[in-house]
């Protein structure tokens, strides 16, 4: 995929798509209620597809319409033994949440999944819940795992690693269990999972205490289906945000976004370099909050970004780094150890692919420096992308400001934002 550079700025009103994380949990939640769930506005991507495919392999009914779905859940122990293996694709998610709920269940599984989702680490997950006696063997630490599913104990798990993955998975596996287990999160990470079963009337109570968070749940108690509007993804929109921010004569509308706290640190961070971003219409859907976003043209300046950020925006530091190319000053972005084990080393491929484009940067232990000038080499770059869908579409946003750039392996988009370069091109882009 070629990504020009534009002549005129991005207008109008891009439709971003349904959040990818909350779609997951649209399908997983009303799978294992009790009832019928009507899922309007969710991400139809592949990696939702995978979610989606492996609860039909499980025995769930589930009606599709254009954006919608429909679930008929007949609660926490109707799942039936998968027909075949579960094969989730490239996504991460699915595969650290079904590994959770499915180890609380009475019967075996294997999960498979792509050559980069079959090289992420899965210990992470598995090893908190062999805390809950639960019987997995992974192929030295990742996919394929074969998953004995059984009663598990209830027991306190502190979670380590900031990881909403490793929570969620916990909570799934605590639901199927006799008694309360409570998870300790030592950093919030986002809370998905916690509002939606909530909101499903599940019995899990969060509350802080000595400054961590702490999760309760009580298990096999079973809970009823619920309405889901799926709000707008914030980590979809950041590209199309970064884009008109860095492109002169650009004036954005992004419709009912999701902000939840937990996750809206690309916010904060481009506030901080002088983004001109308004909100509008802020508001409650299934208690996530939501409004419209307005963007336009900025002069951004660098900024500092702490460890502590990260876990509120840890899918957004590929398109930051692109924002940071373009500010009057150098940035610095710290403690970015978790962008190695993402779809790709992260990174190690923002770097190079800069580098490549002749912006000057560096890494040093898990900190990213970036040092904007107004050099860049332009011809036709090749970015390695190494299949991630985050890198190549944040590096084809820097092609519409100083391309051509060929995105290598541009596929990969449609993991999480299918219509990316249709909605990109809409508004002004020139992406073929
Ligand atoms: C996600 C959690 C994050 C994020 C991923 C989606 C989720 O991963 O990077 O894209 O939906 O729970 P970690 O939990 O590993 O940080």
Redesign the pocket.
Known sequence: MISNKIDKGLIGSPKIPGD??IS?RSVIIPSIANGITEVKNILKSEDVIHTINAFRNMGVEILESKENIIINGKGLNSLKGPKSEIYLGNS??SARLLTGLLSSQKFNSLITGDQSLSSRPMMRIVNPLSKMDAKIETTSGCLPIKINGQDLKSTDIEIKI?????K?GIILAALNTKGKTRIIENSV??D?TEIMLESFGADITTYFENNKKIIEIDGKKEFNSNKIDVPNDLSSSAFFIVASLINQNSKLKLSNININPTRNGILIALEKMNANISYSNKRKINNEEVCDIYVESSNLKGCELDSSIAKLM??EYPILSIAATFASSPSVFRGLK?LRV?ESDRLELIKTNLLKCGVKCEVRDDDLFIYPSSKYKINNEKITTNYDHRIAMAFAVLGSKIGPLNICDSESIKTSFPTFVSEFNRIGGKIF
């Open positions: 990818k994380s997951h991460g998610t900031p990881s909403a993955q490793i969620s990470t986002r998905h840890i899918d978790e993402k």
